[in-house]
């Protein structure tokens, strides 16, 4: 058995590639989601703010809960520690003898204070300070370094040496209060307040000068406060999601009514124009929608009367048209006669018979069209459907334009290829559309040559008309289908026309399911081309030839320019919708 394709590894830069891809296309998804509903922008701008305003606010909260916390703290600290000042300089005070008579009650003083007054004052302080979670007391002696009197197993390191040389640049009996990590010999180290203080005890029992220190620890300050921390969290994140169901509430009761309107408004613009709005309550919303509705009514009014009007026109036009050929057809015989008997006529009157029978022409020319325009406007006309070869419909057309392509010294470069191109079509109604596009490019071709190409492939069929005339101007492209369309009013028709046969071909292309397009540009020319499906009922979805001539792109390529889809900017000149 043959083995299986091994799958190539990526590279890790194709795999960087490839997930900033994803990323984008993600941020994209979410970005148009976000732009499309205004519900999501209101309740996305609310939580952002209450986010904003409850984080200042708890920073805010949080730092006057610590302030308090620890001033109040510091402020017990301090009138304890001055009342083991006052009872710490009473025992200094006394002589040794009658301090050696109280009762000594060591507590946790360290060994070697004995019954002296400064181990009596330690055991003192002992006793008021209890357990070490309320605090801690330190007297050292700034004579005697290393030597200290503590009442719990507190570690000398919780005094800095930096704050010691602060505390001798003060004088005995300031405090010095500082926050610093408290440490205990075989414990966890915990945040505190240390006060300090220097007693100075000339005179007394001891004649030396003692540094007294409070050492405060905070470590149930810093539980409460940690414990207040979170609250104030959980708090402001239900706070947040409260606001962000609110704002999602009170903007749905916004933002469905408008959904509503909107939704109506593209069944109105679809054409249901008995679409309408419920109206409820009195406020803002209601008189919106009472305005649409009423807006609504008379559009629909305003439609049906252009509708009737229309209506009244096209079946005018359609009996002025019907019942002007029977006159028509008694002139035609009398002018036919006279025609054929201008020979024996003088010439002024041999003059005048041509040229009724000429403008006779032209009128039953504008009957045909008019009569063919009514058929479409009643939904009458249809398709006289058979398979035949695009390129004889061609022949035949240049063929009927080959006369007035000599009256104009114009040639005709037929590009033509070489295998039949089969489709199903109204031969007659395509060879009119045909002639159409001849006899617009011959008119405006200036003399120049008009190419014609034919193209097809699997679903569809295309024939081109290229013209080297004036172009079109912007927007040209597709005001050229209009009925009695001219691009310069003031510029008299060569060749007769009604000014409908444009307007008739697009009506025969739409007919066939197909395309009738128009390219024009300043100096190059213009190019119609005809797409038709190969079956007939087939959707369209494409052309086998491109809109814009292939030699205009290469050149606007070469120059560095961008090509326009359709019609660009023509400085003069026009076309007729002949």
Not at 136 to 141: A, D, F, K, P
Request: glycine content about 8%; proline content about 5%.
């Amino acid at each position: 058995m043959p083995s299986a394709p091994k799958r190539r590894r990526r590279t890790p830069r194709q795999l960087l590639r490839g997930v900033r891809r994803r990323t984008r296309r993600a941020a994209g998804r979410v970005r148009r989601i976000f732009w499309r509903s205004l519900q999501l922008r209101v309740v996305t701008s609310t939580m952002v703010i209450s986010i904003v305003v409850v984080a200042v606010l708890g920073v805010f909260l949080m730092q006057q809960i610590v302030s308090a916390t620890l001033e109040n703290r510091e402020r017990a600290a301090k009138s304890e520690a001055q009342a083991d000042r006052n009872a710490v300089l009473g025992y200094l005070s006394q002589p040794a003898a009658e301090a050696a008579k109280q009762p000594a009650d060591a507590g946790q003083v360290l060994p070697g204070a004995g019954d002296t007054p400064l181990g009596q004052a330690t055991a003192a302080l002992a006793r008021r300070a209890g357990s070490a979670s309320r605090y801690s007391v330190i007297i050292r002696n700034e004579t005697r370094p290393g030597e200290f009197y503590g009442t719990t197993d507190i570690d000398p390191r919780s005094i800095p040496a930096r704050q010691r040389e602060e505390l001798f640049k003060k004088e005995p009996g300031e405090e010095s209060t500082w926050y610093t990590p408290l440490h205990y010999v075989g414990q966890k180290t915990v945040p505190g307040i240390v006060i300090g203080t220097r007693l100075d005890t000339s005179g007394t029992a001891l004649d030396s000068s003692y540094e007294i220190y409070h050492l405060v620890p905070l470590e149930r300050e810093e539980l409460i406060l940690a414990s207040v921390q979170r609250m104030l969290v959980l708090v402001g994140a239900g706070l947040v999601l409260l606001l962000a169901a609110i704002a999602s509430l009170v903007t749905r009761q916004v933002v469905t009514p408008v959904r509503l309107a909107r939704q109506a408004a593209e069944r109105l613009a679809a054409g249901r124009l008995d679409e309408r709005l419920k109206v409820r309550g009195e406020d803002d919303l209601a008189r919106l929608a009472a305005s649409f509705n009423e807006m609504a009514a008379n559009l629909a009014l305003k439609i049906h009367q252009l509708e009737e009007l229309s209506q009244v026109q096209r079946q005018f036009v359609s009996d002025v048209s019907h019942e002007l050929r029977t006159p028509l057809t008694t002139v035609r015989m009398a002018a036919d006669l006279l025609f054929d008997a201008r020979e024996d006529f003088d010439p002024m009157a041999a003059r005048s018979a041509e040229l009724m029978q000429n403008q006779l022409n032209r009128f039953e020319e504008m009957l045909a069209d008019l009569l063919e325009i009514s058929r479409y406007d009643a939904g009458a006309a249809d398709l006289d459907v058979d398979s035949v070869d695009v390129r004889d419909v061609v022949l035949r057309a240049v063929a009927d334009s080959e006369a007035l392509a000599e009256r104009h010294s114009t040639r005709f470069d037929l590009r033509l290829p070489g295998e039949p191109c089969m489709a199903e079509m109204d031969s007659r109604r395509v060879e009119r559309i045909l002639r159409n596009l001849l006899f617009n490019a011959i008119e405006h071709g200036e003399g120049r040559d008009v190419v014609v190409s034919v193209a097809a492939d699997r679903d569809a069929v295309a024939v081109a008309v290229r013209d080297h005339g004036v172009g079109l101007k912007a927007g040209e492209e597709n005001m050229v289908f209009d009925r009695f369309w001219r691009a310069d009013p003031s510029r008299a028709r060569t060749i007769g026309g009604t000014g409908l046969g444009l307007a008739i071909s697009r009506e025969d292309a739409i007919l066939h399911g197909g395309w009738l397009q128009a390219w024009g540009a300043h100096g190059e020319g213009s190019q119609f081309r005809l797409s038709l499906p190969r079956v007939a009922g087939a959707v369209l979805r494409g052309s086998p030839l491109p809109l814009v001539p292939p030699e205009v792109e290469m050149r606007r390529t070469w120059r560095g320019q961008m090509t326009p889809v359709l019609s660009p900017a023509a400085a003069d000149g026009g076309r007729d919708a002949d």
